[in-house]
């Protein structure tokens, strides 16, 4: 159980009551090589983390840490003032953490309807509402999933899987909405409808932690951005870096224009 | 939809098999009543198989192992012990989920390839434990294994034997029709592919897969403990490796994760080879050649959905087929 994270550490973010989820330096280690630095960050209501970084940064671990998929090395996780850094993954769901993982997650087999059904079994049963007028209000949303209800999500269009797995993390009911690099591969138009409709559900006040490798259309009113690179924070203010300083910040001198 | 619907097709050759095992009592032979029972039982595991490898994605060949407990589990109790064969078979059937659990806990952990290796080597271990023991008595057996009855009704009977087995293999069917379709069925198919996605939506993975293996043993052991009450015998082979791979071969000649394959699948590998029989050495040669038109001409078994796994026409090369179509044009 040595891996498990160390507890009596705690530097950095003060634990704050107010926070849905926090991260207090969170480290990540596969065998002997470091993925990720000590990271904290604290989710309040209605903001967006914005993490930004080239691959191998350590976005998408940090982010299976915080939903439960990779165990860190050390630090903790809290979600709404709760120890969960030893919690597995499927019991954080029903906490109100989900997770929109990279590459759209798609179920080979399972149809649309299939995936919002898991979905909403996976919201706490209180908060779960009735089936029906929950669907309806993603189709709101997405009402290209309606169309597709019956069709195996194999089938989906990049645009629309990733429209699903939003959907399928939204019906779980998550007081934080993580979502790993939503506009990877979809075309530009995708990407637009993808985003207007997480800009709107932030707006609304569902807190989020988005990771991306580019610049993300998602105004939002109280955000933190982190560039991270090699594992480490490399940017951390509350707005985002200009293009000419991402450019610097991902390619060093070189990136300098 | 899923996969795992009673679409007309299906439903047409359900009621089908389901007219054939009324008609026949009154119309067939003794040799149709001993097949169409022995078609039962195999199907009862095929079953079982459908739910395990189909469903949920866990390749997994110790079938055979659940089936000698449940053989071996009536024969021991019966005949050494003096136990009544039904309280018998109850017992085995515990003894099954026990071991499935317990194996199951760490087995479980592997994946694909590493979990069938583990699999296999407990299928081999069987029989090899079988063979080598005296406690199963090794490779003579134990024969004379009791008659089961109910009051007045004697199951020695065939015909009596004949509605006991199609009653076992109607109800596993209609049990996994309801599982594969229910939420539990829906968490399985999740966790098949893609259990890491599977646990970020709240599916407890270990738990499901263990719970499939749970009930997957159970009409195993069952289904191993009426084959030794029919017959009246238990042995080795009956528990062979070669066994395992027909019980595959029932499912993909069926079709994975169809509703009616098993039951067709079954059928298949246990009457070709005898319809064939009289052709002697050739037997084998029509069992195979059907098989392999089977897989050519509809690789996903005959109920299985059509998926990307293509059939004769992927043998021809591309350069041909594009050939061929430019002349027809």
Same mark, same amino acid.
């Not at chain 1, 530009?188 to 932030?202: D, F, G, H, M």
């Not at chain 2, 939809?1 to 050759?13: C, D, K, N």
């Not at chain 2, 029972?37 to 195999?42: D, E, P």
């Not at chain 2, 069952?222 to 029919?230: D, I, P, T």
């Given at each position: +159980?040595?891996?498990?994270?160390?507890?009596?550490?705690?530097? *950095?973010?003060?634990?704050?009551?107010?926070?849905?989820?926090?991260?207090?330096?969170?480290?990540?280690?596969?065998?002997?090589?470091?993925?990720?630095?000590?990271?904290?960050?604290?989710?309040?209501?209605?903001?967006?983390?914005?993490?930004?970084?080239?691959?191998?940064?350590?976005?998408?671990?940090?982010?299976?840490?915080?939903?439960?998929?990779?165990?860190?090395?050390?630090?903790?996780?809290?979600?709404?003032?709760?120890?969960?850094?030893?919690?597995?993954?499927?019991?954080?769901?029903?906490?109100?953490?989900?997770?929109?993982?990279?590459?759209?997650?798609?179920?080979?087999?399972?149809?649309?309807?299939?995936?919002?059904? &898991?979905?909403?079994?996976?919201?706490?049963?209180?908060?779960?509402?009735?089936?029906?007028?929950?669907?309806?209000?993603?189709?709101?949303?997405?009402?290209?999933?309606? @169309? =597709?209800?019956?069709?195996?999500?194999?089938?989906?269009? *990049?645009? @629309?899987?990733?429209?699903?797995?939003?959907?399928?993390?939204?019906?779980?009911?998550?007081?934080?909405?993580?979502?790993?690099?939503?506009?990877?591969?979809?075309?530009?138009?995708?990407?637009?409808?993808?985003?207007?409709?997480?800009?709107?559900?932030?707006?609304?006040?569902?807190?989020?932690?988005?990771?991306?490798?580019?610049?993300?259309?998602?105004?939002?009113?109280?955000?933190?951005?982190?560039?991270?690179?090699?594992?480490?924070?490399?940017?951390?203010?509350?707005?985002?870096?200009?293009?000419?300083?991402?450019?610097?910040?991902?390619?060093?001198?070189?990136?300098?224009? | 939809?899923?996969?795992?619907?009673?679409?007309?097709?299906?439903?047409?050759?359900?009621?089908?098999?389901?007219?054939?095992?009324?008609?026949?009592?009154?119309?067939?032979?003794?040799?149709?009543?001993?097949?169409?029972?022995?078609?039962?039982?195999?199907?009862?595991?095929?079953?079982?198989?459908?739910?395990?490898?189909?469903?949920?994605?866990?390749?997994?060949?110790?079938?055979?192992?659940?089936?000698?407990?449940?053989?071996?589990?009536?024969?021991?109790?019966?005949?050494?012990?003096?136990?009544?064969?039904?309280?018998?078979?109850?017992?085995?059937?515990?003894?099954?989920?026990?071991?499935?659990?317990?194996?199951?806990?760490?087995?479980?952990?592997?994946? *694909?390839?590493?979990?069938?290796?583990?699999?296999?080597?407990?299928?081999?271990?069987?029989?090899?434990?079988?063979?080598?023991?005296?406690?199963?008595?090794?490779?003579? *057996?134990?024969?004379?294994?009791?008659?089961?009855?109910?009051?007045?009704?004697?199951?020695?009977?065939?015909?009596?034997?004949?509605?006991?087995?199609?009653?076992?293999?109607?109800?596993?069917?209609?049990?996994?029709?309801?599982?594969?379709?229910?939420?539990?069925?829906?968490?399985?198919?999740?966790?098949?592919?893609?259990?890491? &996605?599977?646990?970020?939506?709240? &599916?407890?993975?270990?738990?499901?897969?263990?719970?499939?293996?749970?009930?997957?043993?159970?009409?195993?052991?069952?289904?191993?403990?009426?084959?030794?009450?029919?017959?009246?015998?238990?042995?080795?082979?009956?528990?062979?490796?070669?066994? +395992?791979?027909?019980?595959?071969? +029932?499912?993909?000649?069926?079709?994975?994760?169809?509703?009616?394959?098993?039951?067709?699948?079954?059928?298949?590998?246990?009457?070709?080879?005898?319809?064939?029989?009289?052709?002697?050495?050739?037997?084998?040669?029509?069992?195979?050649?059907?098989?392999?038109?089977?897989?050519?001409?509809?690789?996903?078994?005959?109920?299985?959905?059509?998926?990307?796994?293509?059939?004769?026409?992927?043998?021809?090369?591309?350069?041909?087929?594009?050939?061929?179509?430019?002349?027809? =044009?």
């Amino acid at each position: +159980m040595t891996r498990f994270a160390a507890t009596e550490k705690v530097g *950095g973010v003060r634990s704050s009551p107010a926070a849905l989820l926090e991260a207090q330096d969170v480290a990540i280690q596969y065998g002997g090589i470091r993925a990720l630095e000590p990271l904290s960050i604290s989710v309040a209501e209605g903001t967006l983390t914005l993490i930004l970084g080239p691959n191998g940064a350590g976005k998408t671990s940090f982010l299976k840490a915080l939903a439960g998929a990779v165990l860190v090395r050390s630090g903790r996780v809290l979600i709404g003032g709760r120890d969960v850094t030893v919690i597995p993954a499927h019991q954080r769901v029903k906490l109100g953490v989900s997770l929109v993982p990279e590459g759209r997650g798609r179920l080979p087999s399972l149809s649309v309807d299939d995936n919002l059904q &898991i979905g909403w079994h996976a919201a706490a049963r209180d908060r779960r509402g009735d089936y029906n007028q929950e669907v309806e209000k993603i189709f709101e949303l997405f009402p290209v999933l309606r @169309e =597709r209800l019956v069709q195996d999500c194999s089938t989906l269009s *990049g645009g @629309e899987m990733q429209m699903l797995a939003i959907a399928r993390g939204l019906l779980a009911k998550p007081s934080v909405l993580l979502l790993d690099e939503p506009s990877l591969g979809l075309a530009p138009l995708a990407v637009t409808r993808v985003y207007e409709v997480l800009s709107r559900l932030n707006a609304e006040g569902l807190a989020m932690v988005l990771v991306e490798q580019k610049a993300v259309p998602l105004p939002a009113r109280r955000e933190t951005t982190i560039v991270l690179q090699n594992g480490k924070v490399r940017y951390r203010e509350v707005s985002r870096p200009t293009p000419a300083q991402l450019a610097e910040l991902y390619l060093g001198e070189a990136g300098k224009l | 939809m899923s996969e795992t619907t009673l679409g007309r097709f299906q439903a047409f050759v359900l009621a089908g098999i389901v007219l054939i095992c009324l008609l026949a009592p009154a119309f067939g032979t003794r040799l149709v009543i001993y097949n169409l029972t022995i078609i039962a039982l195999y199907a009862t595991v095929v079953i079982s198989l459908n739910l395990l490898l189909g469903i949920a994605g866990q390749a997994s060949f110790a079938q055979t192992t659940f089936m000698a407990i449940g053989g071996y589990g009536l024969a021991i109790m019966t005949k050494q012990l003096g136990l009544n064969p039904w309280l018998s078979i109850v017992l085995s059937l515990g003894i099954s989920i026990l071991v499935a659990v317990v194996i199951g806990m760490p087995l479980l952990r592997l994946r *694909g390839h590493y979990l069938s290796m583990g699999t296999i080597a407990l299928a081999l271990g069987t029989y090899s434990f079988a063979n080598a023991s005296s406690f199963t008595n090794g490779g003579w *057996g134990i024969s004379g294994v009791p008659t089961l009855s109910v009051g007045t009704v004697s199951f020695r009977n065939p015909l009596n034997f004949y509605i006991l087995a199609w009653v076992i293999c109607f109800v596993s069917l209609a049990a996994f029709y309801l599982l594969a379709n229910s939420h539990i069925g829906r968490a399985w198919r999740a966790l098949s592919t893609r259990a890491d &996605i599977a646990a970020t939506l709240c &599916i407890d993975v270990q738990r499901y897969k263990l719970m499939v293996l749970v009930i997957a043993a159970s009409m195993a052991s069952l289904s191993g403990s009426f084959y030794v009450a029919y017959a009246h015998f238990v042995g080795p082979d009956l528990y062979d490796i070669s066994i +395992m791979i027909n019980l595959i071969l +029932m499912l993909y000649v069926g079709g994975v994760r169809s509703v009616v394959g098993p039951i067709i699948g079954a059928a298949f590998v246990i009457l070709v080879p005898q319809m064939a029989a009289g052709l002697e050495h050739y037997q084998n040669l029509i069992f195979y050649a059907l098989l392999l038109a089977v897989i050519l001409v509809k690789p996903s078994g005959l109920f299985g959905k059509a998926t990307e796994a293509r059939g004769i026409d992927s043998m021809i090369p591309l350069w041909l087929m594009a050939r061929l179509r430019t002349r027809s =044009r």
